[in-house]
């Protein structure tokens, strides 16, 4: 029955259970119609075993009437969400005598369905064969692109055939419906599954049928392994620590089929900063995922190093991040433009420094955070407006806005601007009901990837509940979540679960054909209504697009939501623009599927303890760097908990194996211990018990400035208006240095003889700025001499800053000749400074 729409696999025993009945009235069908029984209790669930009513309800009519413009419908709705009971079921109307199709309500509805969809990561692998029994046999096929001059021997698009630059670029995934393998696409895929992991860990099995299943990790983790191979050599290739940017054919795809038959050279393209940015990035969020499992820490320590490779890597070939390259790809090697632009470059500097700060807790990668999360998404665009293209940074920067050490400026700021997005494709469009099919997605939504981008809000409204925000909305948001979800699997205007060949699984009507090289229009594997075998089960295709340009009259004038057509021609038909599917869309539905999931048994295993707490360094007296061992768990660390005397918190939600502690105490004896905790709450068993004493408080000091520039001190400074007498604002005495910078500008003070440094010298001031402002701190033994190690510091807004540096994050200098507070940025900024001191 075409016009009662459900979950077409069914519904969680929790969730919001809404059928939406429809009249049609504009678009492909509008010449059909239906008259629903509208009257009380005319509306029933009924067993689908014996067809027993097992609840009735009354219809309730979508703004009075009124046709929904994006569908073309107009409609009703009916709540059976009272209904909980695990089992088989389907709606019927009781005037007109029709019924929906089956439906389940149970805790594992979708565990067949997360399986499937995950098991097109395993399609989509390269050289490897698809063999019985992990592939179904209707989907079997040789290893491909393994013979001379392919995968294992790719050469440079610049060189072809040139045995010299031959690489070993084999394994990871194909892109999409063509061949090639891209870095640069590859980071939003693997994130977003490696964020799904690490949101519900507890829904990925170690069975999915893919050849790891069984060895003990989820089969999630072992397919992103996969990629991440693959990803090591693109880094291994280079010998730089940057990434190659992507492998596949010259010309235009081949589309042979089966894809083992494809006899077509193989070219890669050479280092970009895009490329090595995205594979730090990935490399990063990885780390931090394996090296928190027992049997992974040493793979993950592996990774870490790799990310900080190409981080290192990345600083130079940038010049710091202010100089990007963006045309790598002349389109030479097809199909997709690898390319990505500075934003976005960006972007994945930010991801990566995010990670690399959870896994090390290195000061210069908060420093990097703070001092650019504002030029990001989705700040860059607005900061107003946290869109679901920009999923991946999002859920980094709440990550980050928990984590030991962070501002709490900036931590504010995240958490603040993320909790006033009701507005944004969440709840004010639910609460007033602007969708008929309770799923509401903008105009300017609905393009190429629109099922991702869906796929992506439905996320964004998770992100409320994940991250504690808005906290008494928490079940409006996962209602949004669910009915982004429903639609997906059926309760749209197409009737049409958006997942390739599901009948077996549970779907009445799902999409038949996609666009894709290997189950390309005319082969065995063409449709799963007319064609031998169909296209794999599980590939969610780019969904409705009315800004289709292919030759095909009838999609670009539907209704926005009926935009779709269900085939997989070639040019000039164009169907990619709607069946092609992406391991990027993939992984957005992979993640919320997984997101809104039961797990199947509860984890109980606690972490090992962490060992070998130690302080690694300290300074003046109040505070210190203390470092760790990491714990181990068979799901995976979330945190650690910092205690004094074994009771006593001091500090919550550590990440990574490192963190200061400030505000200690002089002359102080302390005893720490630490303790691992798990996504279920397990808690581990302390560390060894860590004893110390905080050093005496410093006294000797030399003053470069305080109510004027100090004696001895002269002003070599550079792109900044210095005002040594400025009255407000003020931190210590009466007057305070002001210094108007201009991009990149310097305050650099002289000394006459310059200061001698000991062990326990600081470079102390406190600072104030209106908005975050990255600074740059180093010193010179000589007034020409080079500077020794940077210090990056990030001043929070609006609030007077105590900026310590001890003189091992200064490259442990002998002698203070020139001392120079740099602008980290190219935003001309004014800060204020007072009491700028070297204590000895």
Known sequence: ???????????????????????????????????????????????????????????????????????????????????????????????????????????????????????????????????????????????????????????????????????????????????????????SAVLQLLDAYRLNPRVFGDNFGIPESGNGLPDVLDEVKWELEFLKRMQNATGTGGLFLKVGVDGTARDITPLSLDTSPRYYLPECTSSTLAGSAVFAAASVVYKGITSQATYGADLLARAEAAWNRAKTTTANFTTFQTQCDDLDIRAGDADVDAGRQLDSALIAAISLYEATGKAEYRSFVEGNYTRAEPYRTSAWWWSPYSSTNQVALLRYAGLAGVSATVATDLRSKKSTQDSTLSLNDFNAGTDLYRAHISDNEYQWGHNMVRANAANNNLDFIAFNLNTANAAQYRHVAEQHLHWLHGANPLGLVMLSNMGAYGAESSVSEIYHAWFKDGSVWDSARTSVNGPAPGYLPG????????????????????????????????????????????????????????????????????????????????????????????????????????????????????????????????????????????????????????????????????????????????????????????????????????GWGGLSLSHTTGVPLSATSTLRFWAYSAVTTPLQIYVQTSDSSTGFTPRYVTLPAGVWTDVVVTRSQLGNPDLAKRVTIQLYSATATTVYLDDVRITR
């Open 1 to 187: 029955m075409p016009y009662l729409k459900v979950d077409q696999f069914g519904y969680l025993g929790n969730m919001g259970k809404v059928a939406i009945v429809v009249d049609p009235q504009a678009g492909y069908n509008a010449a059909e119609s239906f008259t629903p029984g509208t009257g009380a209790n005319q509306y029933q669930v009924r067993r689908w075993a014996d067809d027993v009513p097992v609840l009735s309800g009354t219809l309730t009519p979508w703004k009075a009437g009124a046709t929904h413009a994006q569908s073309g419908d107009r409609g009703w709705h009916f709540d059976f969400s009272a209904l909980t009971t695990a089992g088989a079921y389907y709606v019927y109307d009781t005037v007109n005598k029709v019924g929906s199709g089956r439906f389940e309500i149970g805790p594992n509805v979708y565990d067949a369905v997360l399986k499937q969809a995950m098991r097109t990561y395993y399609y989509q692998r390269l050289n490897t064969p698809k063999a019985l029994p992990y592939a179904e046999a209707k989907w079997t096929d040789t290893a491909a692109f393994e013979g001379k001059n392919q995968d294992r021997y790719a050469t440079s698009r610049w060189a072809k055939g040139d045995a010299a630059t031959a690489r070993d670029l084999s394994g990871g995934w194909m892109d999409a419906g063509d061949t090639n393998k891209y870095t640069t696409f590859a980071q």
């Open 543 to 742: 969904g409705p697009n009315p800004n289709y340009s292919g030759s095909v009259a009838g999609i670009s004038n539907q209704p926005r939501q009926k935009a779709y057509k269900d085939w997989n021609s070639s040019w000039p038909e164009n169907s990619w623009e709607i069946s092609e599917p992406g391991i990027y869309y993939q992984a957005a539905y992979v993640q919320l599927l997984a997101r809104l999931m039961v797990a199947s048994a509860p984890d109980t295993t606690p972490p090992t303890a962490p060992t070998k707490l130690a302080v690694v360094s300290s300074s003046l007296g109040t505070s210190a760097i203390l470092g760790w061992s990491p714990s181990t768990d068979n799901v995976g660390v979330t945190g650690y908990d910092l205690y004094r005397g074994g009771t006593t918190l001091l500090a919550s939600n550590l990440r990574g194996t490192s963190t200061t502690l400030s505000n200690l105490a002089c002359a102080t004896s302390y005893a720490l211990t630490l303790r691992a905790r798990d996504a279920a709450g397990n808690t581990s068993a302390a560390s060894n018990t860590l004893a110390f004493t905080t050093a005496a408080c410093p006294t000797a000091s030399t003053l470069a400035y305080g109510d004027a520039l100090g004696a001895g001190w002269g002003d070599w400074s550079w792109g900044a208006v210095r005002d040594y007498a400025n009255a407000t604002p003020v931190k210590v005495g009466t007057r305070s240095l002001k210094v108007a910078y201009s």
